[in-house]
């Protein structure tokens, strides 16, 4: 069932166009190529979960303006460099972890896994835990929180890239059988 919004014409295929070359795999009945990807199981979302991102940002931004003058010089360094490589490495991820899971590539879904685990939860790690910098109720309410959505997610993309490297192994072992079957069948004696 189509939904009528209330975006010109226009504006929607420039969006649709713009977001199409962003995720590939996001091709939609009003953009004019066909469905690259076709899912076997409902795609879900939660849109309260997907403004916790923001949520985080606004909060980190406000946190760190109102510490900013109280810490040290190479203080404010770091809180400055970690909120700025969470803030790049949180886009990566997120890009990685949506094409790596819903496409089922392993590459992608690795790459958003070492991005978590190296990157992000070192970070996050330093920010809750250094007795040094000043940390504000709010701010370590929301570290906690983003500490214990990052560890679900490293947990669920271990648990998917094992199942999905699996899978993908026994489809390329059952292709190798199938080819290996029809060249004896042809006479073929395909290299050992």
Same mark, same amino acid.
């Given at each position: ?11 929607? #295929?420039?969006? +649709?166009?713009? !977001?199409?070359?962003?995720?590939? +795999?996001?091709?939609?009945?009003? !953009? !004019?190529?066909?469905? /690259?990807? @076709?899912?076997? @199981?409902?795609?879900?979302? !939660? ?7 923001? $949520? ?9 303006? /109102?510490?900013y003058n109280l810490l040290p010089r190479y203080y ?16 990566? #991820? ?20 070492? /991005? ?7 970070? &996050? &790690?330093?920010?809750?835990?250094? @007795? &040094?910098?000043? #940390? ?7 570290? *906690? &929180? /983003?500490? $214990? ?20 192994? $026994? ?9 290996? *079957? #029809?060249g004896d069948a042809a006479g073929y004696d395909p290299? @050992?």
């Amino acid at each position: 069932m189509a939904v009528h919004t209330p975006l010109p014409p226009n504006l929607r #295929r420039g969006l +649709t166009a713009f !977001s199409s070359a962003i995720f590939t +795999t996001t091709k939609t009945w009003d !953009s !004019s190529t066909a469905h /690259l990807y @076709h899912p076997v @199981h409902e795609v879900l979302a !939660s849109l309260p979960l997907q403004g916790w991102g923001p $949520a985080w940002g606004w909060q980190g931004q406000g946190c760190a303006l /109102l510490q900013y003058n109280l810490l040290p010089r190479y203080y404010q360094l770091l809180l400055l460099a970690a909120f700025l490589i969470l803030t790049l490495a949180e886009g990566a #991820r997120l890009y990685l972890g949506y094409i790596g899971n819903l496409q089922e590539k392993v590459p992608e879904l690795a790459g958003f896994l070492l /991005l978590s685990l190296l990157i992000q939860l070192p970070l &996050l &790690l330093f920010l809750l835990t250094d @007795h &040094l910098t000043i #940390r504000l109720p709010l701010e370590l309410a929301v570290h *906690s &929180l /983003l500490l $214990a959505f990052l560890i679900c997610e490293v947990v669920a993309a271990f648990l998917a890239l094992r199942v999905m490297s699996r899978q993908l192994a $026994a489809q390329f072992y059952l292709r190798q059988f199938k080819v290996g *079957s #029809r060249g004896d069948a042809a006479g073929y004696d395909p290299p @050992h």
